[in-house]
């Protein structure tokens, strides 16, 4: 778990249990977090939103506003992982 700040905003980020990261990999969803800054703020309580990194993947996050400024990160699906709807036989 870590705490951080957008824009005088105190957040939470965690990850959720089933999944298995190193730290190194924690500290780089952070720090892209920190990158998008005030974006966060435009989510609501218990909307998601989905981040692509090069060396991670997709990253899916939960938003809550109440009764704290938690994100969540509740998967991580690797780019190998991905398939689009005109390419559903193959990865992107």
Not at 73 to 92: A, G
Request: charged share 20%; glycine share 4%.
């Amino acid at each position: 778990m870590f705490r951080f700040s957008i824009e005088n905003e105190e957040w939470i980020l965690r990850f959720s249990p089933q999944i298995l990261m190193e730290e190194v990999e924690k500290q780089a969803i952070l720090m892209a977090l920190l990158h998008i800054g005030g974006k966060v703020r435009t989510f609501s309580h218990g909307s998601a939103f989905i981040m692509f990194t090069k060396k991670i993947g997709a990253i899916i996050f939960d938003v809550e506003r109440i009764p704290s400024l938690i994100l969540t990160v509740s998967n991580i699906i690797p780019k190998e992982n991905w398939y689009m709807e005109d390419s559903m036989t193959s990865p992107i």
